[in-house]
């Protein structure tokens, strides 16, 4: 089967129709799910990794919900700050982490980045066209690669501890290292967008952000520091990448209720925020964001064991919403209450 026959585009362009509809808050409510298997993502082997994407993109075809297919171009969390020349190690039974380029303060001025064109996004470029040739399409979108925001990029360029002490003690020589990584990361979306046009997104979560709309990063650096030390070194440089691009969506998998004032009443056009339960409340990110963003609840470790059904937690989460709030849920077709959780949702919609 190619592409074209799986995926028509009467489908697709009513599927992102009603997309754009949540985007705009004409639609609340909206579902997607994505079949993981055959796993591809950050495979060592590009050939492996080109011909499993492409099964996985023909297997997900059937897959219930409001699904745009994409190639998720994952390379691993470090693609980000590996544009810096740090050393990449992935150790027995763990994930692929960067061995710091900056050690103290000092350093910090002979940091240069390379090409924005080279690296992981020539990685994806190289994906893209294979995974395409492979379904005989030239309509198959693709996933940015990781895009880890300012502060997090930062501080896997910079040794941790320093880093954390340099906003106090250096913080002039922390602000010249993020308007460096900030116009990187532009440079970078800029590339991936030139290159290869069809963007579905951020790499992770699994939904649907055409470029016209805006762009997704990652802030997991939000729980690790004070609100006035977040105020300072990431809202403005967040607010330039929105900026660039008319909005971000933002990932984070921590806790960060602490930091929502901080992003509620910042400058930046925040189109939707994922928040992960027990780590935040839903009740306080319902309330901080209103019907301003659409908010992506997922469901974290330590969550499973008061709702080991996930269909148990959407009906909890159904129950606290407020009548303003937009949700975009997550489904996995291969839970065993996969059918559930979808009537669950659709019954919302």
Not at 177 to 192: C, F, Y
Request: with cysteine; net charge negative; hydrophobic share 40%.
């Amino acid at each position: 089967m190619t592409f074209d026959e799986a995926y028509p585009t009467r489908k697709m362009e009513e599927t992102k129709k009603f997309l754009r509809d949540v985007w705009s808050g004409k639609e609340k409510t909206v579902y997607s799910a994505f079949r993981s298997e055959p796993a591809y993502r950050q495979l060592d082997d590009p050939v492996e990794m080109a011909h499993k994407a492409a099964r996985n993109i023909l297997l997900n075809a059937e897959v219930p919900g409001f699904n745009i297919p994409r190639i998720l171009a994952d390379f691993s969390t470090v693609s980000m700050p590996a544009y810096w020349g740090g050393e990449r190690y992935k150790p027995v039974g763990g994930c692929v982490g960067i061995r710091p380029v900056i050690e103290n303060a000092a350093d910090v001025g002979k940091a240069r980045p390379t090409d924005a064109t080279g690296g992981d996004v020539k990685k994806a470029v190289r994906l893209w066209r294979t995974v395409s040739k492979e379904l005989q399409t030239n309509r198959l979108p693709c996933s940015f690669i990781d895009i880890q925001g300012p502060l997090n990029t930062a501080a896997m360029l910079w040794k941790q501890d320093e880093f954390m002490m340099a906003m106090i003690y250096e913080p002039v020589t922390v602000h010249m290292l993020l308007e460096q990584v900030t116009e990187q990361l532009i440079r970078i979306i800029k590339a991936m967008i030139a290159e290869i046009g069809l963007m579905s997104g951020p790499l992770w979560p699994y939904i649907w952000l055409p470029t016209d709309i805006g762009v997704g990063i990652i802030e997991d650096y939000m729980p690790l520091i004070s609100p006035k030390l977040y105020r300072e070194f990431s809202i403005p440089y967040v607010q330039r990448i929105s900026e660039a691009f008319g909005g971000v969506f933002i990932h984070c998998c921590g806790t960060y209720e602490h930091q929502l004032d901080n992003l509620a009443h910042s400058q930046i056009n925040i189109l939707g925020m994922e928040f992960h339960y027990p780590y935040v409340k839903p009740e306080t990110i319902f309330q901080a964001f209103g019907s301003s963003t659409v908010i992506v609840p997922m469901l974290g470790p330590h969550g499973r064991a008061e709702f080991p059904d996930q269909a148990d937690y959407i009906l909890f989460l159904k129950r606290r919403r407020l009548s303003e709030t937009r949700l975009w849920f997550l489904l996995s077709p291969e839970a065993d209450s996969f059918n559930r959780q979808a009537e669950i949702v659709e019954g919302m919609m």
